[in-house]
């Protein structure tokens, strides 16, 4: 069974940084692009990162681009996300989603069950 | 950017009744549009990919239409565990945008 677990989130005041991670289990996730998903109530659900299966493509949303980080361990099956400079309007339920088929599609067949990320002093 | 536009935000029904949930592009997407269901407290689950293609498990009373611009997802006979907002997004283009939910309520 396909299993997205992410963990990480918190408070943290505006301008800090968070490590999120998303460990994988139930699938071969070296052959798998992800992504990283955030919702908020004011501004619903919104992409924020694209990670290739090998890690060597990456692809930012504008409001993270500078700077988030996206990176991978295929070793360790987990996805990660460095949040630098946080702003208010970063708070947020951050999930890891995983692309449906061995290409990237676009297409979100598995997400994990988020973990909160709250920017404020 | 492409914008996903989903109105109405919320609609009532009755357990039943054929519900239809629409959802626009700001440009042409072809084919590239995905419906997703999210009930309160849980992940976004993938039901429709590529516009009309069934995520497995999905129940068939499920199904998507459109292309270009205009798309629907339609429930054949509501159900009183279909309760949840239903997202449109599209994979066209970057950034994959999401359309603002349409939340499906009992009557």
């Known amino acids: 069974e396909v299993e997205l677990v992410e963990s990480g989130g918190g408070l943290v005041q505006p301008g800090g940084s968070l490590r999120l991670s998303c460990a994988a289990a139930g699938f071969t996730f070296s052959s798998y692009s992800m992504n990283w998903v955030r919702q908020t109530p004011g501004k619903g659900l919104e992409w924020i990162a694209y990670i290739s299966s090998g890690g060597g493509s990456i692809h930012y949303a504008d409001p993270v681009k500078g700077r988030f980080t996206g990176a991978r361990d295929n070793a360790k099956n987990s996805l990660y996300l460095q949040m630098n400079s946080l702003r208010d309007e970063d708070t947020a339920v951050y999930y890891c989603?995983?692309?449906?088929?061995?290409?990237?599609?676009?297409?979100?067949?598995?997400w994990g069950q988020g973990t909160l990320v709250t920017v404020s002093s | 950017d492409i914008q996903m536009t989903q109105s109405p935000s919320s609609l009532s029904a009755s357990v039943g009744d054929r519900v239809t949930i629409p959802c626009q592009a700001s440009q042409d997407i072809k084919n590239s549009l995905n419906w997703y269901q999210q009930k309160p407290g849980n992940a976004p689950k993938l039901l429709i990919y590529?516009?009309?293609n069934l995520e497995v498990g999905v129940p068939s009373r499920f199904s998507g239409g459109g292309s270009g611009t205009d798309f629907t997802l339609t429930i054949s006979s509501l159900q009183s565990e279909d309760i949840a907002t239903y997202y449109c997004q599209q994979y066209r283009n970057l950034p994959l945008n999401f359309g603002g939910g349409t939340k499906v309520e009992i009557k």
């Open positions: 989603a995983r692309d449906k088929g061995v290409a990237a599609s676009g297409i979100y067949d598995y």
């Open positions: 590529e516009t009309s």
